[in-house]
């Protein structure tokens, strides 16, 4: 099994944590808050502190990563479906990282996920990496968490 590293393991992100780790896989979730580690841990998830707003914290956790879930469909900051994705998509090529899985159904603005996606795939396409975009609306937990596990077996399967 693969280790995958989620970035913005929040309640969403547990859940998928849960459900990836109950299927073997060795899961790694970041918050910017050191009080919610517990309750990734309590998902059977590593806990790392990380700001995806800063990626010079992030980056440490790409360490014996297969693949990185970018979980920001809630999160109504442009630069995180922008400069800072850009910017990992660009770097995690020089890393074990095999692929991407982001979430692009979500309350964010749907220009910011349309940016998003179109990033993630020309990533694809120029780093011939495996992207997968997710567009389940993640209020409906149950077709959203399988759409993410399809999507993270996809780039895993390359």
């Known amino acids: 099994m693969a280790r995958v590293l989620i970035v913005g393991c929040g309640c969403r992100g547990r859940g998928l944590a849960s459900s990836l ?3 073997g896989h060795v899961v790694r979730g970041t918050t910017r808050d050191p ?20 990626l ?3 980056l440490p956790c790409l360490e014996g990563v297969s693949a990185v879930c970018w979980l920001m469909g809630t999160a109504p900051s442009a630069p ?5 994705l850009q910017s990992l998509l660009g770097k995690i090529v020089d890393t074990p990282v095999r692929g991407l899985v982001y979430e692009a159904g ?26 997968r975009v997710v567009e389940e609306d993640p209020a409906e937990r149950s077709a959203w968490l399988a759409a993410m596990r399809q999507a993270v077996a996809g780039v895993l399967a390359g």
Not at 35 to 54: F, H, Q, Y
Not at 80 to 84: A, I, K
Not at 106 to 131: F, I, K, N, Q, S
């Open 21 to 23: 780790a109950a299927d």
């Open 35 to 54: 009080g919610a580690a517990p309750g990734i841990e309590a998902a059977g998830a590593e806990a790392a502190v990380a700001d995806p707003d800063r």
């Open 56 to 58: 010079s914290t992030l």
């Open 80 to 84: 995180l479906h922008g400069p800072r």
């Open 106 to 131: 979500g309350p964010a603005c749907d220009d910011l996920l349309r940016r998003g996606a179109a990033l993630v795939g020309a990533a694809g396409e120029t780093y011939r990496m495996p992207v």
